[in-house]
């Protein structure tokens, strides 16, 4: 399998993704809004482009896909809920089926609803799996809940799914929100040492060259997988002093959801 992350550049700070098979040439183009580039690296590669995965129903991410099936005739592929939001779906896909790209690539369909209620990531069975997260997990932050979404419903796609992959995947999200989401993670936890160091390491990056974290990595940065730190706990409940001492990982979550949506 081999990746190649897209910097749309654009002002929603999307990234787009192809997923190819080494020996067809044949690619998946993941939430392809930047049509131009995901063709022109494609055509570099000497890729085809022939079918395309929407992790959602946001225009942010479905917005390239006429223009796309114009240019390649790509069968586009999303949530099997979907078929009324994202025109000309061909393949809806539901928890577990297998989207194959050429000869030698399989990606395992995961249903992850939160940011919406019909929103799938992809996870490789490769040597390091990957996840293909959309706008479910950014680094170091969650996707918000705004338009077709539920809090409670993020939780326990992070809880029950993303929780559980191996610490090894690597993470490749919808968008590069990982400088303002670091400044969050330190805003409610100040005394994480691992936060920090990573500010210092991508603030100001070039997304075009972004970094590559891993669930490992997450699990030590982004506050929606800290819900039992104590400074977490205790700065939750200077802003909801009605919160109990020890308050379950769900309430955390959530209530750090919403100081998220307005910070």
Not at 35 to 50: M, P, S, Y
Request: glycine share 8%; charged share 20%.
């Amino acid at each position: 399998m081999i990746v190649k992350q897209i910097w749309t550049g654009n002002n929603y700070r999307n990234f787009n993704y192809l997923i190819a098979c080494g020996e067809t040439g044949e690619a998946l183009a993941v939430d392809p809004l930047d049509v131009d580039k995901c063709e022109q690296a494609a055509t570099d590669a000497g890729w085809r482009i022939t079918q395309i995965l929407n992790t959602h129903e946001h225009h942010d991410h479905v917005g390239g896909n006429a223009e796309m099936v114009r240019r390649t005739g790509a069968k586009i592929i999303a949530h099997k809920n979907a078929g009324g939001k994202i025109p000309g779906m061909a393949r809806g896909v539901g928890a577990g089926d297998v989207i194959k790209v050429g000869r030698t690539v399989e990606l395992e369909v995961m249903d992850t609803p939160g940011h919406t209620m019909c929103h799938v990531c992809l996870r490789s069975h490769t040597d390091q799996p990957a996840l293909f997260c959309g706008d479910t997990l950014f680094n170091a932050g969650a996707g918000n809940c705004h338009n077709g979404g539920h809090p409670d419903a993020l939780y326990k796609t992070f809880a029950e799914q993303l929780d559980k992959l191996p610490e090894s995947t690597l993470v490749y999200p919808g968008h590069d929100y990982i400088e303002n989401n670091l400044r969050f993670t330190l805003d409610r936890e100040p005394d994480n040492p691992s936060a920090q160091a990573m500010l210092g390491r991508v603030a100001g990056q070039d997304p075009a060259h972004a970094y590559v974290s891993t669930l490992a990595v997450e699990r030590t940065i982004n506050t929606f997988f800290r819900l039992a730190s104590p400074t977490v706990i205790a700065k939750l409940r200077e802003v909801f002093p009605d919160l109990p001492e020890n308050p379950d990982r769900r309430t955390v979550f959530v209530k750090l959801r919403e100081l998220r949506n307005s910070w």
